[in-house]
């Protein structure tokens, strides 16, 4: 009996997880098309790319969709079994709570190792990838891209380019331009601007028509004002991102191999996952008992509730080890074990040692009196 009951429970909570997964990506994956559709109007994103950035986002999704899924996934499998009254069954053929603790674990187990795949590895390349496809959109990008009427920077914001209109030849019209080099500031305003590209280099540059520039260093009185008919100056696309990697796009050796407040929340960060998944696992089975013939949902909001907490202290401990307001040695660790302990008393208010304790007690009492 005990084969099919572990078979019984771990097809139950399977499918579960499965539908809970599917819903929880695709309200996601729908939130973020509309994003990438909005990359792609501005040029962030080159239009072919779509789809490969869509794949990659879904990679970093299943990093956060995966723990809450099994936790509810297990939380409205065995409330269905206490609703339709097979717990009560079960528990009558003398199947005891931590019975139902081996499917469920088995698949815990897992679903831990997929996902610490995807938090050290997967996910982080797939960030990777993402800065990769958009470094090279702003390689690819032409002043076709800007937008009229607001200001536009380029190579890491040291210019600033504003055009009130373009006309139905690209051409910009009423342009103002600010370039910073060192301590000095130039400064273009012209009437018309357009793109020229040297097809032997592929160096692009911006050509002004009919204007001013004004050079100087801010403060000072000392400033070359001069007047010209066409002027032209680089269209410099964004430097590399991957000089400057962030954290969550390195790999777990450049993490280790450049030691910090920052890389260090970070490798706690993608360790805390797997055990997230596996401490609400063991929450997920005491927070899912519920009366027979009540609904399923009973429970769900308050078990919502306790994985936002979770991931919420988690997400804070991160902030102040990368401040260095606690120490790397503490990290992220107290949360886990935080809710490790409140999973073990649900456990054991579920297995009643509280109430024997308490009997045990009173009859001590009872005894001495």
Same mark, same amino acid.
């Given at each position: 009996?005990?084969?099919?009951?572990?078979?019984?429970?771990?097809?139950?909570?399977?499918?579960?997880? @499965?539908?809970?997964?599917?819903?929880?990506?695709?309200?996601?994956?729908?939130?973020?098309?509309? &994003? @990438?559709?909005?990359?792609?109007?501005?040029?962030?994103?080159?239009?072919?790319?779509?789809?490969?950035?869509?794949?990659?986002?879904?990679?970093?999704?299943?990093?956060?969709?995966?723990?809450?899924?099994?936790?509810?996934?297990?939380?409205?499998?065995?409330?269905?079994?206490?609703?339709?009254?097979?717990? +009560?069954?079960?528990?009558?053929?003398?199947?005891?709570?931590?019975?139902?603790?081996?499917?469920?674990?088995?698949?815990?187990?897992?679903?831990?190792?997929?996902?610490?795949?995807? +938090?050290?590895?997967?996910?982080?390349?797939?960030?990777?990838?993402?800065?990769?496809?958009?470094?090279?959109?702003?390689?690819?990008?032409?002043?076709?891209?800007?937008?009229?009427?607001?200001?536009? &920077?380029?190579?890491?914001?040291?210019?600033?380019?504003?055009?009130?209109?373009?006309?139905?030849?690209?051409?910009?019209?009423?342009?103002?331009?600010?370039?910073?080099?060192?301590?000095?500031?130039?400064?273009?305003?012209?009437? #018309?601007?357009?793109?020229? &590209?040297?097809?032997?280099?592929?160096?692009? #540059?911006?050509?002004?028509?009919?204007?001013?520039?004004?050079?100087? @260093?801010?403060?000072?009185?000392?400033?070359?004002?001069?007047?010209?008919? #066409?002027?032209?100056?680089?269209?410099?696309?964004?430097?590399?991102?991957?000089?400057?990697?962030?954290?969550?796009?390195?790999?777990?050796?450049?993490?280790?191999?450049?030691?910090?407040?920052?890389?260090?929340?970070?490798?706690?960060?993608?360790?805390?996952?797997?055990?997230?998944?596996? @401490?609400?696992?063991?929450?997920?089975?005491?927070?899912?008992?519920?009366?027979?013939?009540?609904?399923?949902?009973?429970?769900?909001?308050?078990?919502?509730?306790?994985?936002?907490?979770?991931?919420?202290?988690?997400? +804070?401990?991160?902030?102040?080890?990368?401040?260095?307001?606690?120490?790397?040695?503490?990290?992220?660790?107290?949360?886990?074990?935080?809710?490790?302990?409140?999973?073990?008393?649900?456990?054991?208010?579920?297995?009643?040692?509280?109430?024997?304790?308490?009997?045990?007690?009173?009859?001590?009492?009872?005894?001495? &009196?």
């Amino acid at each position: 009996m005990g084969d099919i009951l572990n078979r019984y429970i771990l097809r139950e909570t399977g499918q579960t997880w @499965v539908a809970v997964t599917g819903v929880l990506m695709l309200i996601l994956l729908t939130d973020q098309f509309a &994003s @990438v559709l909005d990359d792609v109007a501005g040029a962030d994103i080159p239009k072919d790319a779509i789809f490969a950035v869509m794949g990659l986002s879904s990679i970093q999704y299943l990093t956060i969709i995966i723990p809450i899924g099994i936790f509810l996934a297990i939380m409205l499998a065995l409330a269905r079994m206490y609703r339709d009254s097979e717990m +009560a069954a079960l528990q009558a053929c003398g199947i005891g709570n931590m019975a139902l603790y081996r499917p469920i674990i088995v698949l815990a187990l897992g679903l831990a190792v997929a996902v610490s795949w995807l +938090a050290i590895e997967a996910g982080p390349s797939a960030v990777r990838a993402v800065q990769k496809i958009t470094d090279e959109a702003e390689k690819e990008s032409d002043l076709g891209v800007l937008k009229p009427g607001s200001f536009n &920077s380029f190579g890491r914001k040291q210019t600033v380019l504003y055009a009130e209109s373009i006309n139905e030849n690209g051409v910009l019209e009423n342009v103002f331009v600010q370039r910073r080099r060192d301590d000095r500031v130039i400064v273009i305003v012209a009437d #018309e601007a357009s793109q020229n &590209s040297d097809t032997e280099t592929g160096q692009k #540059e911006i050509l002004f028509r009919d204007g001013r520039r004004y050079e100087g @260093v801010p403060g000072k009185q000392e400033f070359t004002v001069m007047r010209f008919r #066409e002027h032209g100056i680089p269209f410099e696309a964004r430097e590399s991102l991957h000089e400057d990697l962030k954290e969550e796009a390195m790999t777990l050796m450049e993490l280790l191999d450049t030691p910090g407040p920052g890389t260090i929340a970070e490798l706690q960060w993608r360790f805390s996952i797997p055990i997230m998944l596996l @401490v609400l696992t063991l929450i997920a089975v005491p927070l899912s008992r519920a009366p027979p013939r009540q609904g399923r949902y009973n429970n769900l909001a308050l078990g919502i509730l306790v994985y936002l907490i979770y991931t919420n202290m988690l997400g +804070a401990s991160k902030a102040w080890v990368e401040d260095e307001l606690i120490s790397p040695v503490i990290g992220l660790w107290w949360v886990h074990a935080l809710f490790l302990l409140f999973a073990v008393i649900m456990l054991m208010r579920q297995n009643g040692v509280f109430s024997r304790v308490m009997t045990a007690g009173s009859r001590r009492a009872n005894a001495n &009196s």
